[in-house]
């Protein structure tokens, strides 16, 4: 069955540095996602990405963050000066429509900024 | 904004006893209501889904949910644990289309850990 992957699995990172967490979505699928949870709290959605586009972000997305499909297959969320604030675990989801299809979540990056 | 609430970051029941995982949705207008399932180590695994039809709906591994407009509720139910059911659930919605490309996004409740003792 297909799955939606994503590498690493865990990073520890300084303050101040880039990370780039990388998914690769199911391979028919259009629209794609990053969700985070910081641990203890609710998983948080981040942005959503169609056509090459960034459709919806949310407030967490600032401009320390960024998300591109380089290659047709990779998605990756870029954060360019890490904050203590950004350890969390990074979920990637993919679909294959909107609204009621059912989104399918890759196995999460967990990330830990010190 | 949407919110979603789930009652009871954790419940314990027995083997073989009912499980009920509660969830809420404030919305006007009833959205797609969705229950994860988060196992350790694991991404998070659609159980079921409402979209439109049968309030009632049943998913994977026994669980089934009844949608209430009324209450504004979710529930998710299984008549009988099995320890593997053990696992952390996630209730969450999506906004009905309406218009334009930027919906899909899911809204998540907190999550109920759920253990299951023998």
């Known amino acids: 069955e297909p799955e939606v992957t994503q590498t690493p699995s865990h990073q520890v990172t300084q303050m101040g540095q880039e990370v780039i967490l990388r998914c690769v979505p199911i391979?028919?699928?259009?629209?794609f996602y990053w969700y985070r949870q910081i641990l203890g709290q609710k998983v948080e959605f981040l942005v959503s990405?169609?056509?090459?586009?960034?459709?919806?972000k949310s407030e967490i997305f600032d401009d320390q963050f960024s998300v591109e499909r380089p290659d047709g297959s990779n998605f990756t969320l870029k954060i360019r000066s890490t904050k203590l604030e950004d350890s969390a675990m990074y979920f990637c989801?993919?679909?294959?429509?909107?609204?009621?299809?059912?989104?399918?979540f890759g196995p999460g990056t967990r990330l830990l900024v010190l | 904004a949407q919110s979603v609430t789930q009652l009871g970051s954790h419940v314990s029941v027995s083997e073989g006893a009912l499980v009920l995982l509660r969830c809420n949705y404030s919305?006007?207008?009833?959205?797609?209501l969705f229950w994860y399932v988060q196992y350790p180590n694991q991404g998070l695994q659609l159980l079921l889904k409402y979209t439109t039809g049968a309030t009632l709906v049943k998913g994977i591994n026994g669980f089934e949910a009844e949608f209430k407009k009324s209450e504004t509720s979710f529930h998710l139910t299984k008549p009988s644990a099995h320890m593997s059911d053990a696992a952390e659930y996630f209730c969450?919605?999506?906004?009905?289309?309406?218009?334009?490309?930027?919906?899909?996004?899911?809204?998540f409740g907190q999550g109920t850990i759920l253990t299951v003792h023998p």
């Open positions: 391979s028919n699928h259009l629209y």
């Open positions: 919305s006007s207008v009833p959205p797609y």
């Open positions: 990405f169609y056509n090459n586009e960034i459709s919806e």
């Open positions: 969450a919605v999506s906004d009905r289309y309406a218009g334009g490309t930027s919906y899909g996004k899911l809204t």
């Open positions: 989801a993919s679909t294959v429509g909107q609204g009621a299809e059912t989104q399918y």
